[in-house]
């Protein structure tokens, strides 16, 4: 794992008390780096009707498609926890080249989106 990438992982660890979990309390924190340099941050943010919370990994996703990033422009990530298989495909589909992220026990370790969603579904070209 590069410098730069313990930096993300470490910039959403400091994220993620700024989530809104107040039913799991589960506080979750994400950093996405683009290929310019600029990171977006994103955290859990939990609702009474549990379908309608949304993911720090796609509040982060999302806030970088708001300042006009696409798939492909988008190159690390970095989790306090393991993506959920939601946020598996959104990291596949998005073509990020690395996910850092902690496992359950706390090791912070890298991955390639394929790694953690073979088979996911492909973004079909655009024309």
């Known amino acids: 794992m590069t410098d730069a990438d313990r930096e993300l992982y470490d910039r959403a660890l400091a994220v993620s008390a700024r989530a809104y979990a107040p ?5 979750v924190g994400a950093a996405v780096r683009a290929r310019d340099g600029r990171v977006f941050e994103g955290v859990n943010v939990e609702n009474a009707a549990y379908p309608l919370g949304v993911c720090a990994e796609r509040s982060a996703l999302v ?16 989790i306090t926890a393991s993506p959920c298989g939601g946020c598996r495909q959104w990291l596949h589909e998005f073509r990020l080249e690395r996910v850092v992220y902690a496992r359950e026990g706390g090791e912070v370790v890298s991955a390639t989106p394929a ?13």
Not at 23 to 27: D, G, K, M, N
Not at 63 to 78: F, S
Not at 115 to 127: A, I, K, M, T
């Open 115 to 127: 790694d953690l969603l073979p088979d996911g579904w492909n973004l079909p070209e655009e024309p």
């Open 63 to 78: 806030g970088a498609v708001v300042a006009g990033y696409r798939p492909g422009d988008l190159e690390a990530i970095g």
């Open 23 to 27: 039913y799991s309390r589960y506080l």
